[in-house]
């Protein structure tokens, strides 16, 4: 080696070459448009969203207060033509107030949803963000679908079950605040069940558990929709229970299918 190449090599700059072993960053892992926000702003933001929430949960609710007797009577009609008794004062008309509160959630859960999205949306990777739409969408589906299978199947059933049960011993005269109790704690539970397929694909799409993790599981679920069946359908008829540990079985296993075709 001559002396120059000597020089050359000493006074030659330190490669740095902890960035060339570095991977290169996936542009879906990446947070577009980042902007730097405090953990008191975060809070602020978070105030002003739950309030904004709540604003449409208040005009939703006034707003079907004031069309409460409409829906009432279709809540009505899977009862077959039972009669129904004000046991109390005031009765009917808490259960108005019972009936609007869950018919304007019902009717505001778009507007809570967006902001929602609004408040995660600048955390989420471009690869998060990807999954938003499909599951939002999903979601809102499924549970419409749960909604459906309740009021027109499950419903029906329980009804028909327990009014032919007494139907040689007792009149039907029901309380009013009771059947709504029944009525929407079985519609609301049961969309909430059909959020399985759903909560599935996210895992899947992030990694977390396989389709064929899932499929190893059988057992278990099994067992699972049965108590579920039994937890969430306020009747103790064996028909309801198992219509609802049916449609749970059927959509974890729609949700295996799902999992499998976006190859995870």
């Not at 989420?124 to 990807?130: C, G, I, N, Q, S």
């Not at 599951?135 to 499924?142: E, K, N, P, Q």
């Not at 499929?215 to 099994?222: E, H, N, Q």
Request: proline share 6%.
């Amino acid at each position: 080696m001559t002396p120059s190449q000597e020089v050359d090599t000493a006074t030659a700059p330190d490669l740095d070459l902890e960035k060339y072993d570095q991977p290169e960053t996936n542009p879906l892992d990446e947070l577009p448009g980042e902007v730097e926000m405090s953990l008191f702003e975060h809070l602020e933001e978070l105030r002003q969203r739950i309030f904004y929430a709540l604003i449409a949960v208040a005009i939703s609710v006034i707003g079907c207060f004031l069309a409460v007797k409409p829906i009432v009577q279709l809540l009505e009609v899977p009862a077959q033509g039972v009669k129904f008794l004000q046991l109390a004062p005031g009765e009917y008309f808490f259960v108005s107030l019972k009936v609007a509160g869950y018919s304007g959630l019902l009717v505001s859960s778009p507007f809570i949803l967006y902001q929602i999205i609004q408040f995660v949306l600048p955390g989420l990777t471009r690869r998060e963000r990807r999954l938003l739409a499909p599951i939002v969408l999903g979601s809102s589906v499924l549970f419409a679908a749960g909604l459906a299978f309740a009021y027109y199947l499950l419903i029906p059933a329980a009804l028909k079950f327990f009014i032919s049960y007494g139907a040689d011993v007792v009149e039907q005269l029901w309380s009013i605040d009771k059947y709504f109790e029944f009525v929407l704690l079985l519609l609301f539970s049961t969309g909430l069940a059909f959020q399985i397929p759903v909560i599935q694909l996210l895992l899947g799409a992030l990694g977390i558990v396989s389709s064929e993790t899932m499929l190893s599981g059988w057992r278990y679920v099994t067992l699972g929709a049965v108590i579920l069946g039994a937890v969430l359908t306020p009747s103790v008829d064996p028909l309801t229970q198992t219509l609802l540990a049916g449609a749970v079985l059927g959509l974890y296993f729609g949700g295996i299918g799902l999992v499998k075709l976006v190859g995870k």
